[in-house]
Every structure is written in C-alpha cells, then in structure tokens.
C-alpha cells in the first residue's frame, strides 16, 4: 500500500487527514489532481442533495446558528475535473471505519479482525503494527472506494454501534 508523503495541513484537515490525504490519492489516480510535493486539500461541494435536489436546502438545520445569513454558492467545474462521492458514506474512511459491501462481507470482516485477537477499537490504533492488521487496514482501505459508487446506500446495519 502507497502512502502520500507528509503535507502542511492549515485548517481543521488535522482530525481527519487520513482519509482527506486518502482522497486526494484517489483524485491523482483519476488525473483530477496534479501530482507533486505541494498538494494541497480539494475543495468539498454539493452535486446534488438526497440524491434528487442539485441543490442543498439551506432551510435545513446544521448549516448555520438560527437567524444567521449564510450564502449558497453555484459553482460551474468540467466534469473531468470532478471526482464523486457520496457525502455519507464518506463518514466511514472520516472514522476509519471498514465498508462492507454487504451483511455478509461486514460479518466476514468482524469475525476476521476477532479471530485475529483485535477489537473494534484496535483497527484505529496505529500503535499496533503486525502483518495481521497491516492486511486489517489494507482491507479497510480498499472498502472505501465503495464510496464513489453514487448508487450505493448505507442501509443503517452497516454504521456499527462502538462498543465501549
């Protein structure tokens, strides 16, 4: 598995740079991004919104404090230059989290990283570095290009309740 070399991050990227620098690798290998020592975060934006509306409806809570103005940009990109994704499935590379295809696969994965001796909580501790969960994480990598598939829907079994 390739890793990006190390960037400047000056926003809020810090919390989440993984799956933002796991992104950015994702729009290189699409000849959206250009490739190089300065590569810097992608801009987020809406293509369309519950898979229906192009646009976001900004009546809608979590945008901004009751009362306040906010402003909706259009913004017009060629196609080539876009990369899609689905915005909540995009939560799962966020939390580095595994994306199982399905009931199945999601079993498969659980019983896989238990019967290897590690938690829920141990997929995200870089601390541990042995072959098996080197193949965990790889594992876990590629599950997240499920989410560029547009038609795909998290059907709610899928978002695992961490165990405490």
Not at 6 to 23: E, T
Not at 92 to 107: G, I, M, R, T
Not at 133 to 149: E, Y
């Amino acid at each position: 598995m390739e890793y990006l070399p190390q960037m400047k991050v000056i926003c809020f990227v810090n919390d989440f740079r993984y799956a933002y620098d796991w992104m950015t690798r994702k729009m290189i290998e699409a000849d959206i991004y250009p490739a190089g020592d300065s590569i810097r975060y992608p801009v987020w934006a809406w293509y369309q919104w519950e898979g229906k509306r192009k646009r976001r409806d900004m009546r809608k809570g979590g945008h901004a404090k009751r009362g306040e103005k906010i402003v909706q940009l259009t913004i017009d990109i060629d196609d080539k230059d876009v990369l899609l994704s689905d915005f909540d499935l995009f939560h799962y590379p966020l939390n580095y989290w595994y994306l199982p295809s399905d009931e199945e696969d999601d079993a498969d994965f659980e019983s896989t990283y238990t019967n290897a001796g590690f938690t829920w909580h141990d997929l995200s501790d870089f601390q541990i570095q042995s072959n098996e969960m080197l193949l965990l994480r790889d594992r876990i990598v590629k599950s997240w290009d499920q989410i560029f598939n547009l038609s795909k829907e998290d059907e709610g079994w899928a978002i695992r309740k961490v165990e405490n």
